[in-house]
Antibody
Framework: EVQLVESGGGLVQPGGSLRLSCSTS????????MHWVRQAPGKGLEYVSG????????YYADSLKGRLTISRDKSKSTLYLQMNSLKIEDTAVYYC??????????????WGQGTVVTVSS | EIVLTQSPGTLSLSPGERATLSCRAS???????LAWYQQKPGQAPKLFIY???SRATGIPDRFSGSGSGTDFTLTISRLEPEDFAVYYC?????????FGQGTRVDIK
């Protein structure tokens, strides 16, 4: 059974940093691209970042570029998202999403339950 | 980036009725790289349709997807009580994999 378990969310002040983690199991982690998608309270889904199966290619949403670093650890089957210079508008549920073998052109078939990030003073 | 526009914003229907949801792209979605997700309150989205018309594992056949290029449709032939939720389309043919703003299907 595919499982994606996010952690690392919490309350942080504007300008602060957080590192989100996504521990995975039930599939061959190094075979699949992985993504982060977020959802602000009461709003729709917003694509945040993606990383290819081997970590060689990454993508960041324009609105977040320069403040994020996505990475993955094959030995731990874990995905990470380092978020810096956080803004109030970054408040959202952050979902870890399993992609297909490619970063694009393959659908995302499993989602974690999400971790809540709240940016507030 | 490709912008997806979903309509209507809200669809109010009764169980047993047919639901038709639209997703229009600002430019062609190559090779029908279009997915539909269902999201219920407090839950993560769930993949329902990929490749514009292929049902994901375990999705009942009352759900069907169609379309190509810039115009896509999700049809629910007869609404069951568990189908009332928010539905999002997403294109995954180019980065970023943008989402539509969602269509809420609620009980009339």
């Amino acid at each position: 059974e595919v499982q994606l378990v996010e952690s690392g969310g919490g309350l942080v002040q504007p300008g602060g940093s957080l590192r989100l983690s996504c521990s995975t199991s039930g599939f061959s982690f190094s075979t699949y691209a992985m993504h982060w998608v977020r959802q602000a309270p009461g709003k729709g889904l917003e694509y945040v970042s993606g990383i290819s199966n081997n970590g060689g290619s990454t993508y960041y949403a324009d609105s977040l570029k320069g403040r994020l670093t996505i990475s993955r650890d094959k030995s731990k089957s874990t995905l990470y998202l380092q978020m810096n210079s956080l803004k109030i508008e970054d408040t959202a549920v952050y979902y870890c999403v399993k992609g297909g073998p490619k970063l694009v052109t393959t659908p995302s078939d499993y989602w974690g339950q999400g971790t809540v990030v709240t940016v507030s003073s | 980036e490709i912008v997806l526009t979903q309509s209507p914003g809200t669809l109010s229907l009764s169980p047993g009725e047919r639901a038709t949801l639209s997703c229009r792209a600002s430019q062609s979605v190559g090779s029908s790289y279009l997915a539909w997700y269902q999201q219920k309150p407090g839950q993560a989205p769930k993949l329902f349709i990929y490749g514009a018309s292929s049902r994901a594992t375990g999705i009942p056949d009352r759900f069907s997807g169609s379309g190509s290029g810039t115009d896509f449709t999700l049809t629910i032939s007869r609404l069951e009580p568990e189908d009332f939720a928010v539905y999002y389309c997403q294109q995954y043919g180019s980065s970023p994999g943008t989402f539509g703003q969602g269509t809420r299907v609620d009980i009339k």
